[in-house]
């Protein structure tokens, strides 16, 4: 059973689309991240929601519209997309909000042309 | 902001060799955690320290939180072909608890 699932897995669209990305977990975690992993591997959070509410909103486009139905599921709409928004973008989720293990998705590849 | 500093980038190791991967912070740490992402995959969590001082070890893997808890270490004996990825400390800020990660060190290995 997948802990921490994503979709798509890989997403090719051209500049100026918009685009979601979907993720769920199933461990009944009350936390749920969105980061951002570019070329570099350098891991930076995007958002963050602690059982539907959110809690950390990073110096992030406005682009970028993170929508948490319910605690189980943390969804992420890039309007306008563009080049530079090239990625591996990651789902993670955790047990609480605060200082605790993280558990990651697969990812999603999203590029830009 | 508070952040952490990773050191190597990158290791390229002889299989069976020995190497370490640095971890540094100048603000005092709550705690610190390891995640290993493999190669096309996802970070993973691996550990994490809380106590000043404290050592753990995973097989052939050894976690060190300083005394000071400033700074922390992995080091990976005996390295195999299945250590190859990238290494990652994280630990939280004090105002938020938001994780902030290292830069990462990418370890491959020479057969």
């Known amino acids: 059973d997948t802990a921490v699932s994503q979709t798509p897995k890989y997403l090719v669209t051209q500049m100026g689309n918009d685009k979601s990305i979907k993720c769920e977990q199933n461990?009944?975690?009350?936390?749920m991240y969105w980061y951002k992993q570019d070329s570099k591997k350098f891991l930076k959070i995007m958002f963050s929601?602690?059982?539907?509410?959110?809690?950390i909103n990073e110096t992030v486009p406005n682009r970028f519209s993170p929508k948490s139905p319910d605690k189980a599921h943390l969804n992420l709409h890039i309007n306008s997309l563009e080049l530079g928004d090239s990625a591996v973008y990651f789902c993670?989720?955790?047990?609480?909000?605060?200082?605790?293990?993280?558990?990651f998705g697969p990812g999603t590849r999203l590029t830009v042309t | 902001g508070q952040q952490v500093m990773q050191i190597p980038q990158y290791q390229h190791v002889q299989e069976g060799e020995d190497f370490t991967t640095y971890c540094n912070s100048s603000?005092?740490?709550?705690?610190i955690q390891w995640y290993k992402q493999r190669p096309g995959g996802h970070p993973v969590f691996l550990i994490q320290?809380?106590?000043?001082?404290e050592v753990k070890k995973q097989k052939r893997l050894t976690f060190q939180f300083g005394e000071a808890k400033k700074n922390s270490s992995l080091h990976i004996t005996a390295t195999q072909t299945t250590d190859v990825g990238t290494y990652f400390c994280?630990?939280?800020?004090?105002?938020?608890?938001?994780?902030?990660f290292g830069a990462g060190t990418t370890v491959t290995v020479r057969a």
């Open positions: 603000t005092t740490l709550s705690n």
């Open positions: 929601y602690n059982n539907k509410e959110l809690i």
């Open positions: 994280a630990a939280p800020r004090s105002n938020d608890y938001k994780l902030s």
């Open positions: 461990l009944g975690h009350d936390t």
């Open positions: 993670a989720s955790s047990q609480v909000a605060g200082p605790y293990e993280q558990y």
């Open positions: 320290l809380v106590k000043s001082g």
